[in-house]
Nanobody
Framework: QVQLVESGGGLVQAGGSLRLSCAAS????????MGWFRQAPDKEREFVAT???????YYADSVKGRFTISRDNAKNTVYLQMNSLKPEDTAVYYC????????????????????WGQGTQVTVSS
């Protein structure tokens, strides 16, 4: 079992930056594909970014060029650097992990992930 704990959320003005962290425990995530999703009030959970165990990354069009996903396997942690934040980025952000190293392509669907964190709130004021 892997436990994921997100942190780093908060309130920020439009144009500002935040860095979210996702700390994993229970197992090393060096061979896991990791992802970030978000869910705004009254909306479905949506894909934000993913990083394969090998380091390849993929982003939703809405965040491309503004957000960066990265991982530090030594710290068993995944990050989401969010720059140029917009009010529409306001949501609860969730970290997710897929333990199947053999999965091909980039994982952009929530059902492809095995483990989830509890989420961290990001609020961007205009």
């Amino acid at each position: 079992q892997v436990q994921l704990v997100e942190s780093g959320g908060g309130l920020v003005q439009a144009g500002g930056s935040l860095r979210l962290s996702c700390a994993a425990s229970g197992r090393t995530i060096s061979t896991y594909h990791m992802g970030w999703f978000r869910q705004a009030p009254d909306k479905e959970r949506e894909f934000v970014a993913t990083i394969r165990w090998s380091g390849g990354t993929y982003y939703a069009d809405s965040v491309k060029g503004r957000f960066t996903i990265s991982r530090d396997n030594a710290k068993n942690t995944v990050y989401l650097q969010m720059n140029s934040l917009k009010p529409e980025d306001t949501a609860v952000y969730y970290c997710a992990a897929d333990q199947d190293r053999s999965t091909v392509g980039y994982l952009i669907s929530s059902y492809e992930y095995d483990y989830w964190g509890q989420g961290t709130q990001v609020t961007v004021s205009s």
